[in-house]
């Protein structure tokens, strides 16, 4: 059998794999995937970085949907997702990700569920969850209930997960009231989460319609500041549905439409703050064709609007309305040797401020753009067990709110954030080359990329001090001040490999065929980016250094055992404003067990396991966390744990 039939590489997470990998935040439950990092503030929040984009330049969506919260307006915002009730999650690289527009210019990460079923369901079935975990006093739970028949299906979810300060190899200084002044964790990285959904479909002989509603709520230390905790809450309404053959040369026409109201308030001491608040609507409508003289493809819209708004003294952004309409279409012509692809987007973006008025300090204004992208793909079948792969893409992003509007202390960070109304679309053009190759159990995929920016949208140090204020420069040094830093357009360039390889040892298949002791397979991963300034031939700040990491993993009927390492080489390669991080190589170590029983006739599964992260205690700083890099080291990666978990499913 060949290599998978892609174009793009995709990464996907799921079933047992995701179950024993699952972190409590979405950054750090696929942080180690080849071209895949995390922003790291604490243990509460983090966001995935890809290929060495982060914020507004990943999309997150939830079943292929946008998602409204405020993650990448500031670093220690968490994404309102809990990975335990989630099925799958894809990882989208490159410019495949065109179709999802310009905020999707270095990946898309869509977290599927079941929340909407989408296919007819027979009897009832069930999943639960529960875990416990050393290292951070890790409690954790969540059942989800499914059942209907060809007509109809429901489905209802729920989770709780409570964790204490997270454990670390060193003694940390705390101000936190009622903590010890020292301690060997992270002051203030406690956190509670809790939530659920409740959905159904109904099925005709043509297709489905479903609709599901969903609440996440957590409350969370910053770690940042010792005193300072964040509660949020996030509902989401969504209706999706799918009509098959509609029409005379549509095979299938289907549509999403969600609502989110997102909130969440800042506490210090337990004294409510500053409110950040975002709620908003995203439409999307997908047309797939009968195949015209061998092309297949889909044509779509999809519109979005939001509204933020930031209420207290702490507010660095004004209060803002965004909208967008987009126009895409993808289009696949298979071969004789392979496959080509195109793909084109076009958007209307606008913009608006509309200040605060508590805080004068806001423009106030309406901006406009039109940003288009192209993308062109081909694979080609070398052999039966090779292909090429090849992409092109040129994207542009519109601004954000907070790139063009925002002016003021950003505590999380220690900042001064000034804005730039007057900023153009940012554009860039991506190369992408690729080898796979897989045979049996055997694989092996590398991949290397560039993407040269022309208008990069840079939050960069301006070399000036301002007062809380907002006096520049101030002459009286016993003043608060904060280091002003300033979006500005500059050109850039990201470089970049990433590869992995699987390599059957022992097994079906493998170099030594015998099943006697089960299948041994040699798991191999690593990457690599470079991404400078090329105005001034700086590095960009906050890129992951080196990675590599391997694994063996054996298994042999219900038993499965996998242990390896992942190291990170030193990062030197950063700005004169941020600090160099040591490299470290993180072992761990997993072992599960599957199981089944049969209760009151129905059959169950059980699948039992165990996970050591970190088994040597090793001291280790994140590279890509804005807390190391430009701040004493608070919150160094977690210290040796022990997670064991038990998961049933009827």
């Not at 040699?522 to 400078?532: E, F, H, K, N, S």
Request: a neutral charge; glycine letters at 12%.
């Amino acid at each position: 059998m060949g290599a998978a039939d892609l174009i793009v590489p995709v990464s996907t997470l799921q079933r047992d794999e995701l179950t024993q990998q699952a972190r409590g935040t979405l950054g750090e439950t696929l942080n180690g995937t080849p071209g895949v990092s995390s922003t790291y503030f604490g243990p509460n929040a983090s966001r995935p970085i890809i290929r060495g984009l982060d914020g507004d330049r990943i999309r997150v969506l939830t079943n292929g949907g946008a998602t409204l919260d405020a993650s990448a307006l500031s670093f220690d915002h968490a994404v309102p997702l809990e990975p335990i009730t989630v099925d799958r999650i894809e990882v989208l690289r490159g410019p495949g990700a065109l179709q999802y527009g310009g905020s999707a210019v270095g990946g898309v990460v869509n977290v599927i569920d079941n929340r909407i079923p989408r296919e007819p369901l027979d009897g009832v079935t069930g999943k639960v969850d529960l875990g416990v975990a050393t290292g951070n006093g890790e409690r954790s739970g969540a059942a989800m209930v499914e059942g209907g028949n060809q007509r109809y299906a429901l489905h209802v979810d729920g989770f709780d997960r409570r964790t204490d300060d997270v454990q670390v190899p060193i003694s940390l200084a705390c101000e936190r009231v009622g903590a010890p002044a020292q301690a060997r964790r992270i002051c203030n990285s406690a956190s509670r989460s809790q939530g659920g959904a409740l959905g159904g479909s109904v099925f005709f002989d043509q297709g489905y319609l479903g609709a599901s509603v969903s609440t996440y709520q957590t409350t969370y230390g910053t770690v940042a500041e010792d005193n300072v905790s964040i509660g949020m809450r996030s509902n989401r309404y969504a209706l999706e549905g799918e009509w098959r053959q509609p029409l005379v040369g549509l095979q299938n026409l289907k549509f999403q439409f969600s609502h989110s109201d997102y909130r969440h308030t800042e506490y210090e001491s337990g004294v409510a703050g500053t409110r950040f608040t975002n709620q908003g609507n995203d439409l999307r409508i997908e047309a797939k064709h009968q195949p015209w003289a061998g092309v297949q493809g889909v044509v779509g819209f999809q519109a979005e609007s939001g509204r933020f708004a930031a209420i207290g003294d702490e507010a660095f952004a004004p209060a803002s309305r965004s909208r967008s309409q987009a126009l895409f279409v993808h289009e696949e012509l298979p071969t004789r040797w392979g496959k080509l692809s195109a793909g084109a987007r076009t958007e209307q973006v606008t913009v608006r401020s509309l200040g605060n008025a508590e805080v004068a300090r806001f423009e106030t204004g309406e901006r406009r753009f039109n940003p288009h992208s192209l993308a062109l793909g081909a694979l080609w079948n070398v052999a039966p067990a090779w292909q090429l792969t090849s992409n092109l893409a040129y994207t542009e992003r519109a601004p954000k709110d907070y790139e063009l509007f925002a002016n003021g202390p950003h505590l999380a960070t220690a900042a001064w954030e000034t804005s730039n109304s007057a900023l153009r679309k940012e554009r860039s053009t991506s190369l992408e080359v690729g080898a796979q190759w897989k045979s049996g159990p055997h694989l092996a995929a590398l991949n290397a990329y560039q993407t040269r920016f022309a208008n990069y949208i840079g939050l960069l140090p301006s070399g000036d001090v301002l007062s809380a204020e907002g006096q520049r420069n101030p002459s009286d040094a016993s003043q608060t001040t904060y280091p002003e830093y300033r979006y500005v357009g500059i050109r850039a360039r990201f470089t970049g490999l990433e590869g992995r390889a699987t390599v059957r040892l022992v097994g079906p298949g493998g170099l030594r065929p015998t099943g006697t002791w089960g299948a041994l397979d040699l798991q191999l991963r690593g990457d690599l980016v470079r991404a400078i300034n090329a105005d001034t031939q700086q590095p960009l700040p906050r890129i992951a250094p080196a990675r590599v990491g391997a694994s063996l993993a054996w298994s042999q009927g219900p038993w499965a055992l996998r242990g390896g390492f992942d190291h990170a080489a030193a990062q030197s390669r950063v700005p004169s404003d941020s600090r160099a991080t040591a490299g470290y190589t993180l072992w761990n170590a997993m072992a599960s067990y599957k199981t089944s029983a049969q209760w009151g006739g129905q059959r169950t599964q059980m699948l039992w396991y165990a996970r050591l992260d970190n088994l040597t205690n090793q001291l280790a700083y994140s590279a890509t966390s804005i807390l190391t890099s430009t701040a004493y080291p608070k919150a160094p990666l977690p210290g040796r744990s022990l997670k064991l978990g038990l998961q049933v499913a009827f």
